[in-house]
Nanobody, 117 residues
Framework: EVQLVESGGGLVQPGGSLRLSCAAS????????LNWVRQAPGKGLEWVSR???????GYAGTVKGRFTTFRENARNRLYLQMNSLKPDDTDVYYC???????????WGNGTLVTVSS
């Protein structure tokens, strides 16, 4: 059974930092690309970043230069380091497994990030 469990969210002031983690199980972690996506209440899903099995990354323009995604294949862990956080970054953040056609087939329950003074 595929499981993805996010953690690390919380309340942070504007300009602050957080590191999100995603613990994965039930699939061959190192062979799959993984996304971070986010969603605010009542809004659509927004793609944040992707990392492929070899470590290549891509970022949405809204987070590029502030967020960094990386993975530890030996521990089946995905991370999102978020710096220079803004109130607009307030969302529930999800990690998601990416399949060959680029779609996401599994994601976790999410972790809430609130950026507020």
């Amino acid at each position: 059974e595929v499981q993805l469990v996010e953690s690390g969210g919380g309340l942070v002031q504007p300009g602050g930092s957080l590191r999100l983690s995603c613990a994965a199980s039930g699939f061959t972690f190192s062979t799959y690309a993984l996304n971070w996506v986010r969603q605010a209440p009542g809004k659509g899903l927004e793609w944040v970043s992707r990392i492929n099995g070899g470590g290549g990354t891509g970022y949405a323009g809204t987070v590029k230069g502030r967020f960094t995604t990386f993975r530890e294949n030996a521990r089946n862990r995905l991370y999102l380091q978020m710096n220079s956080l803004k109130p607009d970054d307030t969302d529930v953040y999800y990690c998601a497994k990416v399949v060959a056609n680029g779609n996401m087939d599994y994601w976790g329950n999410g972790t809430l990030v609130t950026v507020s003074s």
